[in-house]
């Protein structure tokens, strides 16, 4: 794996993806062309986010709240047509390694 940021902030974790040059943003259209790619909603004010890694045929792992674990939580259609994530004061956005040669599944 890669480091991104020590912290259980969505909203730092996002800040730390966005402003880290190892990492870099690409379009939601091209989600599914990136495993290992991370997929965020930014928490923002009155808004609770979330975190994913995007794994092969769409499948995305994230924080289980009822036990605290990882787990396949989404799709990656199923998260950007949920309306929660859809209303998303900050938007849903896909980083990758800038040196990611992953595209392509």
């Given at each position: 794996g890669?480091?991104?940021?020590?912290?259980?902030?969505?909203?730092?974790?996002?800040?730390?993806?966005?402003n880290n040059g190892d990492w870099e943003e690409v379009p939601l259209s091209?989600?599914?062309?990136?495993?290992?790619?991370?997929?965020?909603?930014?928490?923002?004010t009155g808004y609770i986010g979330n975190v994913g890694v995007i794994g092969e045929n769409?499948?995305?792992?994230?924080n289980?709240?009822?036990?605290?674990?990882?787990?396949?939580t989404y799709t990656i259609n199923s998260w950007l047509s949920s309306s929660h994530f859809k209303a998303a004061p900050l938007g849903t956005h896909v980083f990758v390694?800038?040196?990611?040669?992953?595209?392509?599944?």
């Open positions: 890669y480091p991104i940021t020590a912290t259980n902030s969505i909203a730092d974790m996002y800040n730390a993806l966005k091209a989600a599914g062309s990136y495993v290992g790619g991370v997929i965020i909603t930014p928490s923002g769409g499948q995305i792992y994230s289980v709240a009822s036990t605290g674990t990882l787990g396949q390694r800038g040196d990611s040669n992953n595209s392509g599944g």
